[in-house]
């Protein structure tokens, strides 16, 4: 067990590129969560899987963010045409059952100048 | 819908003093988890505990202990005789069925800084 994983670590990209971050959850867990954090809140919640299926979507998410989770396995997530306001730490977490304790990844930084 | 208050921003403390981190919440279902995370500065969540609502039992984990209260809707967070190690943000969360398929919901953490 290694934990969860994210990559890369760190992302800079110019306003109106795309880009892609990739997790690696614990390999037996089901559950698969996206969050964002800013400097001095808590993580946001983004979208969830449960095993391949996305189930939630928050508000937060929009139509220029996708995440996909194929076979159940590691989950990707896109956000297109990035924006200044999109600067932030994405944040991926996974867990065995509904209600049990999440492991988080050390996240993706992502930078947009 | 569901809520977690931590009111605390940000607590200094000098080394070898208890310090107590607040944390309420709100939820309209009787079947809920709690839980603390800490963020040092390298950046990952570390969880640290989890709850369940019918388990009232207060928890001690070596210099750590966990006051959880129905009552008060408090599941507050107490270090004894600090250390500059645990210099971090913590996180009080909570998921319930009512927030979402027990989606964990988190407060704005608490900063503790221990100074040496």
């Known amino acids: 067990d290694t934990g969860v994983s994210q990559n890369p670590r760190h992302k800079i990209t110019k306003r109106g590129q795309n880009v892609t971050f990739r997790c690696d959850p614990i390999s037996e867990h089901n559950r698969l969560y996206w969050y964002r954090q800013t400097l001095g809140q808590g993580p946001e919640f983004l979208t969830y899987f449960q095993n391949e299926a996305q189930l939630e979507k928050s508000r937060l998410l929009s139509d220029r963010f996708s995440a996909e989770r194929p076979k159940g396995s590691f989950s990707t997530l896109e956000i297109q045409r990035t924006e200044q306001g999109d600067s932030a730490m994405y944040l991926c977490?996974?867990?065995?059952?509904?209600?049990?304790?999440?492991?988080f990844g050390q996240g993706t930084r992502l930078t947009v100048v | 819908a569901q809520k977690v208050t931590q009111a605390q921003t940000e607590i200094s403390v000098v080394e070898k003093e208890d310090v107590t981190l607040d944390c309420v919440y709100e939820?309209?279902?009787?079947?809920?988890?709690l839980f603390w995370y800490k963020q040092p500065p390298s950046g990952e969540l570390v969880f640290l505990i989890r709850?369940?609502?019918?388990?009232?039992q207060n928890e001690i984990s070596g210099r750590y202990s966990w006051n959880f209260q129905k009552s008060t809707s408090s599941f507050n967070f107490t270090i004894t005789a600090s250390q500059v190690v645990d210099s971090a943000v913590y996180f009080c969360a909570l998921s319930s069925a009512s927030g979402g398929s027990y989606i964990p919901t988190f407060g704005r953490g608490t900063s503790l800084i221990v100074h040496p």
């Open positions: 977490a996974s867990s065995l059952l509904p209600h049990t304790e999440a492991f």
């Open positions: 709850r369940n609502s019918f388990d009232e």
């Open positions: 939820t309209r279902d009787t079947t809920y988890y």
